[in-house]
């Protein structure tokens, strides 16, 4: 129509390498590994391409759909995903984003995984469940080296071979894990699901599961109680014979976000399940895996927040109002580098706990245990809040799914939720103190390296008084292990990161010159240079 004009909107965010983004690159170098960044640009271009863009929309929009028997009546408990959902999940294990690294002969294997999930996991957050748990049972399928020897090579395998047949005779497996119960949660000692030996050494397992995601897996870690206690075992969908194994799907989930991986309620009946670790110590099993799927939780919060900062970014630079630039008034300015200080800190916090992955030494063991707990806790938790600021940096426009950052606000709560929600993870921290009191005195030392900043100095001399009185430590943990992780991230980019970025963070996280909402940095950061870390390299 002639009074419809459409003027001052903004273009998409489109032709950008995500692998551009200076704290990815920074790490690496530092770490010795600039070599890999060649392949990280491979992953990114395929990541920000129209193409795989689509694909994400397409796994999105076009949901699981559970088929719990087929036309003549018989149970097959299968989910159907989209076409765009296998395609993602070739993608991903050909870069090697599952199991690859704990097969790979190469140095920093685990931070260049890490920096991979970082540019992809952009491309959709649902696909990358099984393939974070994956990359997470081998820890704990390695307690018992026979079932390892056997199903290592498919885990690792940089392949996807869809559809259910005896885990063997596949190409490449994807690994699951189903713990939790309707009664307990996270409370995995309240679960009721039984395991009875037999005489094969097999087990048989019965009993109910509340939130098993990506049941077309091959292999599933789960929790029953045996005579001895929580056992942990491997369950396969379908047996060494070719039969399949009883695995009913009962429901999927309708969830808040992460809506093109299906998340089911299961039901085992004399399923068949075989021995992993010891009979009884089924949770210090598993939490093998869990450590590394909380590590994935951290680097996928730093995913949405980076993606969530430069969409606010490009939005910004294109948007007039009361007559200039967003990007040039002052007050976005304090908003989006203040977005920028958060998504820099936990992307470098996420990148340099993978890093303690590829050390076996006694040291990096206790720095990645504690290092994890608190920050799992904190960037979760922040996450939500970020998507929300980011959100409305684009106005109403932010508010409609076309933008696509409303799958962001949806998507960040579960990475808080998934793996011990904030409670658990702050507990976690504490119970990590109760067994190994040394760990602590490792996390101050490690800090201690930054002692060059007044702000990290003070924080950390604050930090220990924290921890004068342990009778209210629970009470107060969520503080305490909030501040632990700030005080980390502090640090580490003080150590590793940008001087400007580092400046920002010390002083509004660490300094007390920070609101409660974002876009309160003091006066005199160098915004300029932070915002422009976040800014995406569009090509012309």
């Not at 392949?39 to 990541?47: F, I």
């Not at 009191?437 to 490690?446: A, I």
């Amino acid at each position: 129509m002639p009074t419809h004009s459409v003027f001052n909107q903004v273009p998409p965010l489109a032709g950008y390498n995500p692998a551009d983004y200076p704290v990815i690159a920074d790490v690496l170098a530092q770490a010795g590994a600039r070599g890999a960044l060649a392949e990280l640009h491979e992953v990114g271009a395929l990541a920000g391409s129209d193409a795989v863009i689509e694909l994400g929309d397409l796994a999105e929009a076009h949901h699981p759909v559970l088929k719990t028997h087929d036309r003549y009546g018989n149970r097959i408990d299968e989910v159907v995903y989209d076409p765009s959902y296998h395609q993602l999940m070739r993608y991903a294990t050909g870069f090697g984003l599952h199991g690859s690294p704990w097969s790979e002969d190469r140095p920093n294997a685990h931070l260049i995984r890490a920096a991979k999930m970082l540019i992809w996991g952009q491309a959709d957050p649902g696909h990358l469940c099984p393939i974070s748990m994956t990359y997470a049972v081998i820890p704990a399928l390695r307690t018992t080296p026979d079932l390892a020897r056997h199903y290592e090579p498919g885990l690792t395998a940089k392949e996807y071979d869809p559809g259910l047949r005896a885990p063997l005779s596949k190409r490449a497996l994807i690994a699951g894990m189903s713990m939790t119960e309707k009664q307990g949660g996270s409370d995995v000692r309240a679960n009721t699901t039984t395991a009875v030996r037999q005489s094969d050494g097999t087990y048989r397992i019965t009993g109910h599961k509340w939130f098993t995601s990506a049941p077309m897996s091959d292999l599933f870690l789960t929790l029953a109680q045996s005579d001895a206690g929580v056992t942990c075992f491997l369950v396969p969908r379908v047996l060494p014979d070719g039969t399949r194994n009883a695995f009913s799907l009962q429901r999927l989930k309708d969830k808040l976000g992460n809506r093109s991986n299906a998340s089911s309620e299961v039901e085992y009946d004399n399923t068949v399940g075989f021995l992993v670790g010891e009979e009884g110590r089924g949770v210090p099993t598993i939490i093998e895996m869990v450590n590394m799927t909380r590590l994935d939780c951290t680097l996928a919060t730093g995913t949405l927040m980076r993606v969530g900062v430069q969409q606010a970014v490009h939005h910004a630079a294109h948007r007039k109002a009361f007559g200039n630039y967003l990007a040039d008034q002052p007050l976005m300015q304090n908003v989006l580098a203040d977005l920028a200080v958060e998504a820099e800190g936990a992307t470098l916090a996420g990148l340099w706990l993978a890093s303690l992955v590829d050390n076996s030494d006694e040291r990096s063991r206790a720095l990645r245990r504690i290092g994890l707990a608190v920050s799992k806790y904190y960037v979760c938790k922040r996450g939500p809040i970020h998507a929300a600021e980011a959100l409305e940096c684009l106005g109403g426009n932010g508010y409609v799914e076309e933008s696509r950052m409303p799958r962001l606000y949806r998507e960040a709560p579960l990475l808080s939720i998934w793996e011990g929600s904030g409670n658990v993870a702050a507990l976690d921290m504490l119970r990590a103190l109760a067994k190994q009191p040394d760990t602590l005195s490792v996390f101050f030392d490690e800090i201690e390296q930054a002692s060059g900043s007044d702000h990290v100095r003070t924080a950390l001399a604050d930090l220990k008084s924290q921890f004068s009185d342990f009778d209210t430590l629970q009470y107060r943990a969520r503080h305490v292990v909030g501040r632990m992780a700030q005080v980390l991230q502090g640090a580490l980019l003080v150590r590793y990161g940008n001087p400007a970025v580092a400046e920002a963070f010390t002083r509004s996280r660490l300094g007390g010159e920070h609101g409660n909402v974002f876009g309160t940095l003091p006066t005199g950061i160098d915004t300029g240079t932070i915002i422009d870390r976040a800014t995406p390299k569009v090509s012309a």
